[in-house]
């Protein structure tokens, strides 16, 4: 049965940790190491670069919401062979980049094949291989690849671009995908559990199920709230990108950065833990109260740095950071099975996904021009702070919708 610790699930869930750590800190946690080195290669500023995330919006409108579609409807399985196979190659093909449009276009080409590999492929077996008792933790469990890449690969990265440049860092990145990481796919995941569907009827609600197209979704009052929470999340979740150029604008060294980038991925792998046992034993607003502990102290401590900084100071920031950043991760998927279930999960998360990545794909270049029209982070921080409370009140509400259904 889904349910039982020793099932086929915990498999799936060691090959999404590797995933994880290997791709998804590649192509994403990684960009706040990556980013002065190809800036400044390509000869562009920060804002001109982090610009592809905008560019990209418009692909992943109709990319993600398909995705999710396949993925209720066709083998995750092969699907996520496909896309792993395409980011590795991708990564490949970005090494070789001579100019900012050429920089574009493959992160486009990219684009395409990023829903099909990273986060919601995994949230969805996760989501068809464990009960509500065990869903969150497994899923922590999963996204702690994030983090663990962070940790263990930080310092690592920073000294090998220093050493050998940001290209053949990023390619042997991308060949690691393509040799390892695709083949795996096919020889590790099952597609369902035996035991799924009475585990989908015990779990459907006895009053009417929630539909999946866009419109029902929209009249949804849970939906938009989650949508806003997240959206806020997002937002504020960009500012990973920053956090390396945040320390050096303060007087610190790259290396330093590193430093501080490794703390907060080493407190989020216990965090993500706790949230998700907080989901899965203490209720939604529980794990909701635990991100909003780590999102507000840091940025609200990231202000005040502004003024006056301190290793202490920014050592406790990363403390903060590293929990507030577990909502990137844990929050969506947790939400979205424990609203609205796990029948059609993958298409209401890829939904959800897709409102809250315009958020994102914003946030990264307007971060990017306060910082550059400012000076410094002061601006973009106070922004931060203010959304991190509005996200935590969206979240709340959706919650108490739920629970007086």
Same mark, same amino acid.
């Not at 709340?396 to 629970?403: D, G, K, N, T």
């Given at each position: ?8 699930? *915990? ?12 791709l998804h800190y590649g192509t994403v946690g990684?960009?706040? +190491? &990556? ?15 982090? %610009? ?72 969805? %077996?996760?989501?068809? *291989? ?17 983090? %663990? ?21 990023? #390619? ?25 569907? =009475? ?7 006895? =009053? ?5 197209? &866009?419109?029902? %979704? ?42 501080? @980038? ?11 833990? @706790? ?12 794990? @909701? *109260? ?5 999102? +507000? ?6 202000? +005040? ?33 424990? @609203? ?30 306060m910082y550059e029209a400012g000076g410094n982070?002061?601006?973009? *921080? ?20 739920? =629970?007086? #259904?």
């Open positions: 049965m889904a349910g039982k610790k020793n099932n086929y699930g *915990w498999i799936i869930v060691a090959y999404g940790v590797l995933c994880m750590l290997v990684s960009q706040a +190491i &990556f980013l002065l080195p190809i800036t400044k290669d390509l000869g562009v500023s920060t804002t001109t670069l982090t %610009l592809a995330s905008t560019y990209s919006t418009i692909v992943s409108f109709i990319v993600t919401p398909l995705a999710g579609t396949l993925m209720n409807k066709k083998s995750v399985r092969k699907l996520l062979f496909a896309g792993v196979l395409g980011m590795g190659l991708t990564m490949v093909a970005q090494s070789y980049v001579t100019s900012v449009y050429a920089y574009y276009a493959v992160y486009l080409i990219r684009t395409i094949f990023n829903p099909f590999a990273l986060m919601m492929p995994f949230a969805t %077996l996760v989501a068809r *291989w464990f009960s509500k008792e065990n869903r969150s933790f497994a899923t922590s469990i999963v996204f702690v690849g994030i983090s %663990l890449g962070g940790v263990l690969l930080s310092n690592p990265l920073t000294a090998l671009i220093e050493m050998f440049g940001w290209r053949t860092t990023y #390619r042997f990145y991308g060949l690691i995908a393509v040799v390892l990481l695709s083949p795996l796919a096919l020889l590790l995941v099952r597609d369902y559990p035996t035991g799924y569907e =009475e585990m989908i009827r015990e779990e459907t609600p006895k =009053e009417e199920g929630t539909k999946a197209d &866009f419109l029902s %979704l929209l009249k949804d009052k849970r939906f938009l709230l989650v949508c806003g929470g997240m959206g806020c999340i997002s937002f504020i979740g960009c500012s990973l990108y920053h956090i390396s150029s945040y320390v050096q604008s303060l007087g610190y060294d790259a290396q330093f950065g590193a430093t501080v @980038i490794s703390l907060y991925n080493f407190v989020c792998i216990f965090s993500k833990m @706790i949230m998700g046992r907080l989901f899965d034993k203490k209720g939604l607003k529980a794990g @909701i *109260w635990f991100g909003a502990l780590g999102i +507000i102290g840091s940025y609200f401590l990231m202000t +005040i740095s502004i003024f006056k900084s301190s290793t202490a100071l920014l050592i406790l920031i990363a403390l903060f950071y590293g929990i507030g950043n577990t909502c990137q991760s844990i929050t969506a998927p947790s939400l979205v099975s424990g @609203i609205f279930g796990v029948k059609n999960y993958s298409e209401i998360y890829s939904k959800m996904t897709t409102v809250t990545m315009v958020v994102s794909a914003v946030s990264t270049p307007v971060l990017s021009a982070y002061l601006a973009a *921080w106070a922004v931060c702070l203010v959304l991190s409370v509005v996200s935590t009140v969206c979240l709340l509400a959706a919650s108490r919708i739920r =629970e007086e #259904r």
